[in-house]
């Protein structure tokens, strides 16, 4: 199995300022992914990250809001920017990984924008 | 895109009884069909997950039944534990996968 760490695990933050999310793997992977979950709510995909390129990013999600790199094979970053209170989530990296590329997950960052 | 729905949203059971929750998908080319069970505080975790060649696959209390032609498959729990209290979803796909919105699954004393 893949295992997935995420800093930081937590943070209140003021409206208007920046949070940057570190997602280390402990394999090299292909694909990253990287998914909020706002309180109560499914998992939604805000992007891939590509190693090498450009993020690719869903509907509804723009490169301004969530940058992310991806300098390596085995870490990626998410910055929220100028965050609002609707910005409060739980931010997850996830990696497929294995023979069958199952789909492992960190244990998330909880972002509190007040 | 994926459509994925995920029934029922809340399901209440007696220990020892059994859970069946369904996910149906609009995506005819999706392969892959996995289960998470999320518990507070945590990040999804697999517990059981499909391939498309593949009916029904069992791990001890946890099965999936697949049904390609309709499209939906299902997580049954056998033997229901207090541990077995979480959030389940499913998320069919591929190299990308869609999550459900989630089923709630409460075990009662």
Same mark, same amino acid.
């Given at each position: 199995s893949a295992v997935i760490s995420q800093k930081p695990s937590r943070d209140i933050c003021q409206r208007g300022t920046s949070l940057t999310i570190q997602c280390q793997v402990d394999s090299q992977v292909t694909m990253m992914f990287w998914y909020r979950q706002q309180p109560g709510q499914s998992l939604t995909l805000i992007a891939t990250?590509?190693?090498?390129? !450009?993020?690719?990013? !869903?509907?509804?999600?723009?490169i301004d809001k969530f940058p992310i790199s991806r300098p390596n094979l085995t870490f990626s970053t998410l910055t929220v920017s100028n965050m609002?209170? !609707?910005?409060?989530?739980?931010?997850? @990296?996830?990696?497929?990984? /294995? #023979?069958?590329?199952?789909?492992?997950? %960190?244990?998330?960052?909880?972002?509190?924008?007040? | 895109g994926e459509n994925? &729905?995920?029934?029922?949203?809340?399901?209440? #059971? +007696? &220990? /020892?009884?059994?859970?069946?929750?369904? @996910?149906?998908y609009s995506d005819s080319a999706s392969n892959y069909f996995p289960w998470y069970k999320q &518990?507070? %505080?945590? %990040?999804?975790?697999? $517990? $059981?997950?499909?391939?498309s060649n593949v009916g029904e696959k069992k791990d +001890?209390?946890?099965?999936?039944?697949?049904?390609?032609?309709?499209?939906?498959?299902?997580?049954?729990?056998? !033997?229901t534990q207090p541990e077995d209290s979480a959030v389940y979803f499913c998320a069919p796909g591929d190299d990308k996968i869609i999550f459900g919105k989630g089923t709630r699954l409460h075990i009662l004393p």
């Open positions: 990250a590509n190693q090498g390129s !450009e993020a690719t990013y !869903e509907s509804g999600f723009v609002s209170p !609707e910005d409060s989530s739980i931010y997850l @990296c996830s990696v497929p990984y /294995g #023979v069958a590329d199952t789909q492992y997950f %960190g244990p998330g960052t909880r972002l509190t924008v007040l | 994925v &729905e995920q029934h029922p949203s809340t399901l209440s #059971v +007696q &220990e /020892g009884d059994s859970a069946v929750i369904k @996910c149906t &518990e507070l %505080g945590k %990040g999804p975790q697999l $517990i $059981i997950d499909i391939r +001890q209390r946890i099965a999936v039944t697949l049904n390609k032609t309709a499209k939906h498959f299902s997580l049954h729990i056998t !033997e």
